[in-house]
């Protein structure tokens, strides 16, 4: 097998010759967490002990995911069912960081936020103290169109989240178009935008891409996106962690995500081969997305660092 890859000089597959230098210049490595840490509900092969290694050596670990579904809170949780020991603070959810993207433009207490998306975003906005609208809630809501009926939206709303929703409906969608088009300066904030996810092994599903081109067309607006592979995220992440960029690590198993995320941010670059893109995807002269480095897994790391 030729590793090659074309138009890039750059690329190396990681190999115990060139392992060392990646350890010794990253202080913290940045996991994505499907296909980088698991895969739906199953931890991916030695990613235990490879994250406590890292952890024995000094090296900080913050994990970063576009999926807005869960809290920081869920995702701890998840973490530990798994086996895994992670705290919170080291958890950077997309739901977070709407939430944090809202005290970072100190968005007032007294306004209220309407949700298209599941449970995580509604628990953020909570723990940061803000009034979430919508989600789960408005799930079942069912509208009729008939003569005279007018829909009625909540006025204070001075923002609108919007993430993977697998409960979106009409209601919702006039819901966030109301708000968006009437409300004075009400923000429209994206959590992320990718076109489609596993939602189940079998299949791809429309992701939180979809919902965010709803009100996109109903709106004629374009969203703030706080989560990958927008820099929001990667400038909170700086600010809270005091870390120079290139001594950051991406990790991660989509180059336009991921590895756009990280090259964005003038991140050192990890492409793991155990999720969505394969070597002939990275390899195909079509891509135009590089990572500095590209292996089969996590914890090749270890294995590499101990031959
Ligand atoms: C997002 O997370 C939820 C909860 O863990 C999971 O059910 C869902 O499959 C995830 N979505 C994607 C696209 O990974
Ligand atoms: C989040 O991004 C990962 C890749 O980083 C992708 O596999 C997944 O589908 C995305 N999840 C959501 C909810 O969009
Ligand atoms: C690699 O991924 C591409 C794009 O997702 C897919 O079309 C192709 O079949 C995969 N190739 C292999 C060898 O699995
Ligand atoms: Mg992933």
Not at 142 to 160: E, T
Not at 267 to 296: E, F, H, M, R, W
């Amino acid at each position: 097998m030729e590793d090659a890859i074309e138009n890039s000089a750059t690329t190396e597959r990681l190999c115990s010759k060139n392992v060392k230098a990646l350890f010794d210049t990253v202080e913290a490595f940045l996991f994505d967490c499907d296909g980088v840490i698991w895969k739906g509900d199953k931890l991916i092969d030695g990613v235990p002990q490879t994250l406590e290694m890292l952890r024995s050596k000094g090296k900080k670990l913050i994990f970063v995911t576009n999926n807005s579904t869960k809290s920081r809170k869920k995702y701890a949780k998840k973490f530990q069912m798994l086996g895994v020991t992670v705290s919170e603070e080291e958890i950077f959810c997309s739901s977070f960081a709407a939430a944090m993207y809202l005290k970072s433009i100190n968005f007032p207490q007294e306004k209220k936020v309407y949700v298209i998306g599941e449970e995580g975003i509604l628990e953020e906005l909570e723990v940061a103290g803000y009034t979430g609208l919508g989600g789960p809630d408005d799930g079942d809501k069912r509208v009729q169109l008939k003569p005279n009926f007018m829909f009625n939206h909540d006025k204070s709303v001075g923002a609108v989240v919007v993430g993977l929703d697998q409960y979106i409906n009409y209601y919702k969608l006039q819901y966030a178009t109301l708000c968006i088009r009437e409300n004075p300066g009400c923000l429209f904030i994206a959590t992320n935008r990718d076109a489609v996810g596993h939602m189940t092994d079998l299949q791809e599903w429309p992701g939180a891409g979809c919902m965010v081109a709803a009100v996109c067309g109903s709106t004629q607006k374009e969203p703030v996106v706080v989560g990958k592979p927008s820099t929001f995220l990667m400038d909170f992440l700086l600010e809270r962690f005091c870390i120079d960029t290139s001594k950051m690590c991406m990790v991660g198993d989509r180059l336009d995500t991921d590895i756009l995320f990280g090259n964005n941010a003038g991140c050192k670059t990890l492409l793991v081969l155990s999720g969505v893109t394969n070597l002939s995807a990275l390899q195909d002269p079509s891509n135009k997305i590089y990572p500095d480095y590209y292996t089969g897994k996590v914890s090749d790391i270890l294995k590499f660092l101990g031959s």
